[in-house]
């Protein structure tokens, strides 16, 4: 998995559903989130969005539960502390996109 610090966003893109409920992720997106092609992503849903995601390497992994002062449930903590800061960039994104493009419904 390519690893990928750049949290550009990029615009809303619309793509079909296939007859197997296959999407396409446009190449716009995939770069923004360093998916390459043949690498697994999670799939989701989360307050009625979906949200897909690359699976992390074993080696951006290595080390997560390891430390000799981890306590049990650090890495459950660790974890979904990072999903709450998603989430939380992602709620300003979803904003900053309806302040530009206004609310539609």
């Known amino acids: 998995m390519a690893s990928s610090t750049d949290e ?38 989360e307050n009625g969005r979906v949200v897909i995601e690359p699976v992390p390497t074993l080696e951006q992994l290595r080390g997560i539960h390891t430390r000799e002062d981890a306590e049990p449930g650090d890495i459950l903590a660790k974890s979904r502390e990072m999903d709450r800061e998603e989430r939380e960039r992602e709620d300003a994104e979803m904003g900053a996109l309806l302040e530009r493009h206004g609310d539609d419904e």
Do not use: C, L, M, Y
Not at 11 to 38: F, L, M, N, Y
């Open 8 to 45: 550009s966003e990029s615009d809303p893109a619309t793509v079909t559903v296939s007859k197997k409920g296959q999407v396409t992720i446009v190449k716009a997106v995939r770069e923004a989130v360093g998916i390459e092609p043949g690498e697994e992503v999670f799939v989701s849903v």
